[in-house]
């Protein structure tokens, strides 16, 4: 089973009973998430005399899908449950590659017929975009993971001619500039966060009012810091807001990946208490990540009204500041994995070779706070 297949029993909420037989260490911190999924980890080490002793666990009545790694424990593990007569499939490529999937949804028209596409990484819960009008794109967020983004774009006969990145990114490895090299696309980055890049761009401030196609669908960039100090969000085609890292659905950006919290809580909190408060209630939101399987729509997108946040996001209804700044800094998850390293490389400070690239991404994602 490869994970286009997993993606979609995510998506359609179909049950599935999932033999997770890496570490207990592993599995704790990062899993296949889904409500209507059912989890046994055994360790693969504790299985390399036969299934026996746990096939009284294992259903009778439905398909098995043994995950692992990179996918050879499985294969193994999953044989033996075969010969034991259990209806059994793998994940192809194992956690790597569900961390690197990405599953194209439609999430919405422009008032010109043009379209935009949410890129969900379902294993990582970022979200990169894709905005279309008359024959040409602009793509936000993009992962390291290219080949989809352009692959897409060739499908649908698409120039790309602009790659923004709303901010220097700390989770994730950007696909932005790669993407603007292939395509000869104009790579946009906010200025406050590329003091220490090292390689050219353009300067996206606020008021940088960038056109796709014929018809000049608008994207608006605002300034809106509190995640980095230079993230920017985008309005576009005045319905739909792009919020980068700085909103979720059912969260809010963590300030301190540059380790300036005490800083930047308070820009946060600008954000989003008065600069989002004048914008309109009713443009959609489409955030850079998701924190929880229970954030997706029913068509696997994730999105919400302005105004439906205000209401019902906790973060966005915390009305003493120092009550804020003391729930934000005292609820910060674990830091992601390398993140240190994730900067320096979208910096352009150090290039890791794409082993190296995975086995720092490897892990959940970790930008909100909740």
Known sequence: MNSHEVTKKVFNKEALFILDVRNESDFQDWKIEGDQFTHLNIPYFDLLDGVEEILD??????????????EGSSIMVAEMLEEAGREVAYLQGGMKAWSEHLEPVKVGNLKDGGEIY????????????????KGEAAIIDATRMTDIFTKFAEEKQIAIKHVFDTHLHADHISG?????????????LPTKDADEVTFTY????EGNDVMIGDTKISIQPIYSP???IGSTSFV?????????DILFIDSIGRPDLAGKAADWVLDLRETLYRRYRELSDELIVLPAHFMIIDELNEDGSVSEKLGTLFAQNHGLNIEDEAVFRKLVSENLP???NAYQEIRETNMGKISPDEEKQREMEIGPNRCAVR
Not at 118 to 131: A, E, H, N, P, T
Not at 236 to 244: A, T
Request: charged fraction near 15%; charge should be positive.
């Open 202 to 205: 353009e300067a996206l401030h």
């Open 236 to 244: 576009i085609d005045d319905q739909y807001l792009l919020s980068g």
């Open 118 to 133: 949410q890129f969900v990484r379902i294993g990582k819960g970022c979200l990169s975009y894709m905005v279309v009008s």
């Open 226 to 228: 509190g995640h980095t």
């Open 176 to 188: 932005g500039r790669k993407i603007a090299e292939q395509t000869n696309a104009t790579y946009w």
């Open 334 to 336: 674990p830091q992601p």
């Open 57 to 70: 666990q294992i259903p009778t009545n439905q398909v098995v899908l043994v995950v692992c790694a990179k």
